[in-house]
């Protein structure tokens, strides 16, 4: 099971400068698990997000938004088309897997209300291309939706590097260039300023399990079972 962790209201508030209507979805699979998702959790946040000035046009929770047909659907449902047509981003409550599927599936910026930490366990199945590096410190907002962390093969954070070739990666030509997939989607959404930006070099101690997770739940179930044996 992924494990998230909220970003800090804040942070989310700065990815969403300027939008002021959002949509906000969550997932129904892992952030419920790891109790940073489920409809409370959304409520939570539907509530800051209008403390704050922003106004909120709905409100989804999807079972697995790592399932793109299933998130695709959900979006076209009676009434809820009008709802995120009405957004100006969508802010989504899940893992990067299922930021990355949503982002695929609705022609509107997306931006992560969580981080993705690991737990040195096993992920779970998706029938789709996207991956989700643990990294601790989501940049999704910024690059379209698209995460530059797995889709380049150098991971850079800050834009394409001086090898690509006609969109393509000089590490792996076969492979389409991360950061030139980022421009096309961020063109498409006309939301190429993104670029701009100047992201901060990757913390990897970020990706490191904190102490408290240490001490928790998924590690006390553990050492139960090793004391019994």
């Not at 998706?126 to 939706?145: Q, V």
């Not at 030509?173 to 096309?184: A, S, T």
């Amino acid at each position: 099971m992924l494990v998230t962790e909220p970003k800090p209201l804040d942070e989310v508030l700065q990815a969403t400068e300027g939008d002021g209507t959002l949509f906000l979805l969550g997932c129904g699979g892992c952030p419920v698990g790891a109790e940073t998702g489920g409809e409370g959790k959304l409520a939570a946040l539907k509530a800051s997000f209008e403390e704050k000035g922003k106004r909120v046009s709905g409100v989804m929770l999807v079972d697995f938004l790592c399932n793109k047909a299933l998130v695709g659907s959900r979006f076209q449902a009676p009434g809820r088309a009008e709802q995120v047509k009405r957004a100006e981003r969508v802010v989504v409550v899940s893992c990067g897997v299922g930021v990355q599927a949503a982002a695929a599936m609705v022609k509107k910026p997306v931006a992560p209300a969580l981080n993705t930490i690991s737990v040195n366990a096993t992920q779970g199945l998706w029938p789709s291309s996207e991956r989700c590096s643990l990294c601790g410190d989501c940049l999704l907002a910024y690059t379209g939706g698209i995460c530059p962390i797995n889709t380049c093969s150098k991971s850079l954070v800050n834009g394409t590097c001086g090898g690509t070739n006609d969109g393509k990666c000089e590490v792996s030509p076969e492979k389409d260039c991360g950061w030139y997939l980022i421009y096309k989607r961020l063109e498409d959404l006309g939301r190429l300023e993104d670029l701009r930006r100047l992201n901060e070099p990757r913390d990897h101690a970020k990706m490191d399990i904190p102490d408290a997770m240490r001490h928790g739940i998924y590690w006390a179930l553990e050492a139960a079972r090793k004391e019994e044996s």
